[in-house]
């Protein structure tokens, strides 16, 4: 089964990066559809990055669009957040997570609709 385990979160100053990862085991990455969602305290989960198995074709939610980036590397099972310009309402835990069929990234994205969830990193914005 597969499992997945977010590390890179932390406390970052407004205007700042972070570079989150999100590392499988149990089962090869290069088969799954991953993307990265976040949750605030009191807020919905939100759907931010989403990147496909097959075509590496990714989406990205019109909050975090320009500055975040997902990535994927099959060779280390690991997929990759990396995030710009941080503003103080990115605060959040962010999960990574997989599926193994979706239409489309933007779907999976908008649904969360997925098969696995990570435990979470938390992600602090704040001078």
């Known amino acids: 089964q597969l499992q997945l385990v977010e590390s890179g979160g932390g406390l970052v100053q407004p205007g700042g990066s972070l570079r989150l990862s999100c590392v499988a085991s149990?089962?090869?990455?290069?088969?799954?559809?991953i993307g990265w969602f976040r949750q605030a305290p009191g807020k919905e989960r939100e759907g931010l990055s989403c990147?496909?198995?097959?075509?590496?074709?990714?989406y990205h939610a019109d909050s975090v669009k320009g500055r975040f980036t997902i990535s994927r590397d099959n060779a280390k099972n690991t997929v990759y957040l990396q995030m710009n310009s941080l503003k103080p309402e990115d605060t959040a835990v962010y999960y990574c997570?997989?599926?193994?069929?979706?239409?489309?990234?933007?779907?999976?994205?908008?649904?969360?609709?997925?098969?696995?969830w990570g435990q979470g990193t938390q992600v602090t914005v704040a001078s």
């Open positions: 997570a997989a599926t193994t069929w979706v239409p489309t990234v933007q779907v999976m994205c908008v649904t969360s609709v997925v098969d696995y």
């Open positions: 149990g089962d090869t990455l290069v088969y799954y559809h």
């Open positions: 990147i496909s198995s097959s075509d590496d074709s990714t």
